[in-house]
């Protein structure tokens, strides 16, 4: 059974930094790129950034380019983000979510994990 | 970046109806559209892939046409399990975009 099981979420003053983590089971890890994609408390959904299997390949939207960094570990089968220069707006709940394939940009997202929410707030 | 219009935003329908939601994307994104169903509390799941291919597990009463910049999601048979928020999502670029969603109610 594929999971993914997101943690690291939590409290941070605008301006901090934080890093996200997701952890992968149950499918070879390396073979499928990798996002992750966020929820503002009450929104709709905003794709985030890509990564490719490889970690060679990486896409992030305008909102957080610059400010967020995607990577992976395929040794530890683990996905990362990390968020910098955090601003009130990045509040939101932050899934990992698997790609249906192995390409250098996102398409679709056949499994998600349960979310960690992360709130910028002084 | 491509920009994903959803309608309804909301709907109300009966147990049994048929309930149809429409996406309209910006500009021609030939087939790349999924469809996503997320209940409250939950995380999205995938329903529709590629405009019109059911994903594993997903019951027949799901269906999904169009292409270009047009795109419908059917509810051939409302049921209460399926009260959510449905999402369309276009990959045709690297910015994936999401519609807005649609919130849907039984009355």
């Known amino acids: 059974e594929v999971q993914l099981l997101e943690s690291g979420g939590g409290l941070v003053q605008p301006g901090g930094s934080l890093r996200l983590s997701c952890a992968a089971s149950g499918f070879t890890f390396s073979t499928y790129a990798m996002n992750w994609v966020r929820q503002a408390p009450g929104k709709g959904l905003e794709w985030v950034s890509v990564?490719?299997?490889?970690?060679?390949?990486?896409y992030d939207a305008d909102s957080v380019k610059g400010r967020f960094t995607i990577s992976r570990d395929n040794s530890k089968n683990t996905l990362y983000l990390q968020m910098n220069s955090l601003r009130a707006e990045d509040t939101a709940v932050y899934y990992c979510a698997k790609d249906m394939y192995n390409g250098e940009s996102g398409s679709c997202f056949d499994c998600w994990g349960q979310g960690t929410l992360v709130t910028v707030s002084s | 970046d491509i920009q994903m219009t959803q309608s309804p935003s909301s709907l109300s329908a009966s147990v049994g109806d048929r309930v149809t939601i429409t996406c309209q994307a910006s500009q021609d994104i030939r087939n790349s559209l999924n469809w996503y169903q997320q209940k409250p509390g939950k995380a999205p799941k995938l329903l529709i892939y590629d405009a019109s291919n059911l994903e594993t597990g997903v019951p027949s009463r799901f269906s999904g046409s169009g292409s270009g910049t047009d795109f419908t999601f059917t509810i051939s048979s409302l049921q209460p399990e399926d009260i959510a928020t449905y999402y369309c999502q276009q990959f045709n670029n690297a910015a994936l975009t999401f519609g807005g969603g649609t919130k849907v109610e039984i009355k």
């Open positions: 990564i490719s299997g490889s970690g060679g390949s990486t």
